[in-house]
């Protein structure tokens, strides 16, 4: 299989490459992942079984059209594909480490958010959120695609894995767009499942990776950063400063996270289910 991988990162890089060491790596929630080395050049790739061929796709389309967004550093997508049984994605190494610049992050996230679709809301194809499968049918009203390819999407999954909540759905859906009365959102370019696990510093150049990318509120990148513990007070106020929030984000930032916990219980179950109910038993308030 590495060899393999090495013949299309020769291929696609249009110089030879041979896997000289093989250095297995830790942190990923999803997928296997390994730096491959030469004597002058590595590179990082993901695995996963063959079946997960669409998902790494997806990543690299994703990568890739963030990269050419030219406005916050991504890891450059090589080449993806299947090699012997498995599935795999190959990109840029980079060499995580140094200062951390929030107040840099948040500038160049925010510089990414200003790229807007002119289709509307979701994106070209599906792709995945965690291994979770995430629909991203262009539809022109966000409301309307925040409720069936989010949240709806969700709360269907969750039931079918025994999640239940005192609260109906109907009641769940109408207490939604009262939070979007007077607020508008533009189709931003949104990195989609920006936690601190998926942000770096490279000598103090902020990277993110990992996307679930799709065009929606800017806010939902947002407020998944503050989902679990939050960035430091700077990254905010200085995202705040260089690309005002709307006062009503703040309602808005649990119905957004929402989607996380309720993904959080279709992979991992546990506790999650009860933090899901209490989300909601907020939201419904
Ligand atoms: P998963 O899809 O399994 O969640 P990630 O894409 O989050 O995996 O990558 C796993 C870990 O590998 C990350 O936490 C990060 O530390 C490291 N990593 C990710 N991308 C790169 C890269 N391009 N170069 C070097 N290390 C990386």
Known sequence: MWAEIAEQISQA??????VEHRQPLGGGSINQAV???DRDR??????????????FEAEAIGLQQMYDTQTIRIPRPICWG?????AYIAMEWIAFGGQQDWDLLARKLAAMHRITSTQGFGWQQQNTIGSTPQINTWTSDWVAFWLEHRLGYQLQLAKRRGFSCRIPDRQIFDAVPPLFENYQPQPSMVHGDLW????????????IFDPALYFGDREVDLAMTELFGGFPSQFYQSYDRAFP?????????TLY??????????????GYGQQA???IEQICR
């Open 277 to 279: 109910s209490q989300t």
């Open 42 to 55: 590595k590179f990082f790739v993901k695995t996963n079984a063959a079946a997960k061929v669409a998902m």
């Open 196 to 207: 601190g696990g998926n942000v770096a510093f490279a000598q103090g150049e902020p990277v």
């Open 257 to 270: 996270n929402l989607y996380h916990i309720l993904n959080h219980f279709n992979l991992f179950g546990g």
């Open 82 to 86: 299947v090699a012997g049984n498995s």
């Open 35 to 37: 730096c491959l080395i």
């Open 13 to 18: 890089t249009k110089e030879k490459f041979s």
């Open 245 to 253: 929030l709307d006062a009503g984000y703040k309602q808005r930032k």
